[in-house]
């Protein structure tokens, strides 16, 4: 049900609720984590593959609800699925407000909390690969030269080479040669996706360009 590498996360003060859920990822082949604490797994290492977290809301010290807003402030990006036996319409608008997943009330039926963390897995494994997707991006766009990134902005906002040309004062044809090394190194197709691969990387002005 999930991607290769994935793990589940799980932080529950109820020892039975951490074994049960755990015997149901093992049954699935999910790995799986186990904490009876927020200060155990935060003391634990992030895995490396696609992960989401099934958190309690009500947990001693801080909550889970807190624990959301300190992963968000710390930038640390994993889809939650909140479940709890208090639960009540204000507090789960906030966490679904603030990005959650699912908010299950316990007793909560196997099957939805699994539909919840296939969501949850399918979603940071997107998250990742867009990532890795924009980081090479970025070494590519490293590659070129100084004018190569130059011109690729300005064919971005879609000036034309002899525009181009006069405005940085080269030869057109010279203009022509750095457009296309910059497309090689970039492996775009076409000018459009050239583009793209720039508006992915901010690379353009929200001023729009001089004539």
Known sequence: MSAANSTVLVIDDDENLRASVGRLLRSLGIDFQLFGSIPDFLKSDPPNGPTCLVLDVRLPGQSGLDLQRELARAKREVPIIFITGHGDIPMSVQAMKAGAIEFLTKPFRDQDLLDAIQVGLSRDLARRESEQDLAALRERFGSLSPREREIMVQV???????????????????????????????????????GRMADKLKLLSDEPPGS
Do not use: C, F, N, Y
């Open 156 to 194: 971005a906002r879609g000036r034309l080479s002899k525009q181009i040309a006069h405005d940085i004062g080269i030869a057109e044809a010279t203009v022509k040669v750095h457009r296309s090394r910059a497309m090689q190194k970039m492996s775009a197709g076409s000018l459009p996706e050239l």
